[in-house]
């Protein structure tokens, strides 16, 4: 564009000269907003791609994570299993569960006994859920005194 000199005396504007000034503003205007629309559209396109890449990125470290944290979890499972065996001082699943079958088969008579009574006397009639409760409280009573007993052992 020619350089124009922006003296009072200098600038001899008419409406065709102003015109024609309007139209070259407008054409350079819209090759401006082309242009940004332009990078605009490149900055997205990119920074889709990036959202993507960091989406891939995020659920592969959440998988490794999870991965290591189950991994974690199994060795000191299997190191507390092994230091409670060697130590004794807590019983494990396995010595629980074989007392637990050894309560049941010594109430197992008292379960029958109370069975057969149950609707002989009125008043003192047994209901299947009077049974559980009773049997519950005895293996929990039974569950603390042996719980007792193994800590003050050993």
């Not at 490794?64 to 001082?89: C, F, H, M, P, W």
């Amino acid at each position: 564009m020619p350089e124009v000199d922006l003296k009072e005396d200098n600038i001899n504007w008419t409406i065709e000269t102003y015109a024609k000034h309007n139209e070259a503003m407008r054409k350079m205007e819209e090759k401006i907003l082309i242009e940004r629309d332009r990078r605009y559209a490149e900055v997205n396109i990119e920074r889709e791609k990036a959202l993507a890449i960091k989406e891939t990125a995020d659920s592969t470290a959440l998988e490794l994570a999870r991965e290591a944290q189950v991994y974690k979890d199994e060795r000191n499972d299997a190191i507390r299993e092994q230091s409670l065996k060697e130590t004794g001082v807590y019983a494990t699943h396995a010595d629980v569960a074989v007392m637990a079958d050894k309560i049941y088969k010594a109430l197992e008579p008292l379960a029958d006994f109370v069975t057969s009574q149950q609707g002989i006397k009125k008043e003192t009639a047994l209901t299947t859920t009077r049974v559980v409760q009773i049997i519950s409280s005895i293996c929990a009573v039974t569950g603390i005194f042996i719980t007792l007993i193994i800590k003050y052992v050993r």
